[in-house]
Each structure stands twice: as structure tokens, then as C-alpha cells.
């Protein structure tokens, strides 16, 4: 049996390794939406590899950015979760999408969007809830243990009750 203080640090460690790793599938989704897979497979071989290349060391460049600009709400999402034990797949895509969404409009504040990025962030959005779900929140679960038990039925050694006649 685990001591309150291990449980605590695993969840520590669990949520630091899910937002990590939430944020690389973020940074890889938006790289995907910079280098369609659609145009990189009508290249060449050799343009092909140099271009998929291209695209991971972009996706290592942007994942630092994703991480600094979601730290604060994916962390006060994650308490939220940890204390409140909340382990729906739907909770962390729509905190995803909500953290996505709050980062677009910070970086979109002084410019005209278009309906493609807010597409990009969405969706990077929306991968990294899910991708954080599958790695770190869905073990945010109750702890199993015995129910209580309620007792008689009530009506246990009752009389039914009278049916009253009808018209």
C-alpha cells in the first residue's frame, strides 16, 4: 500500500509525463496542418524525406511553444480533474479545445485571422486533450472500495401499499 505522499508524487510525475507528450501531439498537429500530408506524399522520394525531416524539426521547435503558452490552464484544469476525479475522455477534449481556443485568440488579438488556423489550433487543441486523456486522465479515477451497504429495502416488513379503487 502506498503512503498518501507516493500517491501524491505519481500523480505528479503522471501529469507532468501526460502534458509533455500532450503537448508534442499538439505541436504535431499543427505542423501537420503547415505540411499536408497530402503534399508531402506527391514528392519525390528524396523531396519527401527532406520534407518530413523538415516537418519533425519543426514539430520540435513548436512543441516548447505549445507547452509555455498552455501550462497555466491545462495545470488548473488537471487540479480541477485530479481533486474533482474526473476521468471522461469528453472533459479533456473540451478542455483542450477551450485551452486552444483562449491561445488563438491571445496570439490573434492584434491580427485577421482565418478560419484555417482557428481550424489548426482547434484541432491541436483537441489532440492534446486527448492525447493527455489517454496518457494521464483517465487514471484520475475514484479509488474502488467497498459500498456501503444501504440496509433493509424500506419496504421490508411493510404492508404493501392500499390501491385505491378505481371509477
Known sequence: MLGRGMRIALSGMRIALGFALASLAAGLTLVAFVYAPAD????????????????????????????????????AGALFAEVRR???W????LAGIATAAAGFVVVHEASVPSLYQLAAFLSSGLVGGLAYWALAGRFARPKPGPRPNPG????????????????
Not at 522520394?45 to 509555455?68: F, I, N, Y
Not at 469528453?90 to 477534449?93: G, H, I, L, R, S
Open 40 to 75: 508531402l506524399e506527391s514528392l519525390r522520394a528524396d523531396l519527401g524525406a527532406e520534407r518530413l525531416s523538415e516537418a519533425g524539426l519543426m514539430a520540435l521547435h513548436v512543441t516548447p511553444w505549445v507547452a509555455v503558452w498552455a501550462a497555466v490552464p491545462t495545470l
Open 86 to 88: 474526473v476521468a471522461r
Open 90 to 93: 469528453w472533459f479533456y477534449a
Open 152 to 167: 433493509p429495502p424500506a419496504s421490508a416488513g411493510a404492508p404493501p401499499p392500499a390501491v385505491a379503487p378505481g371509477p
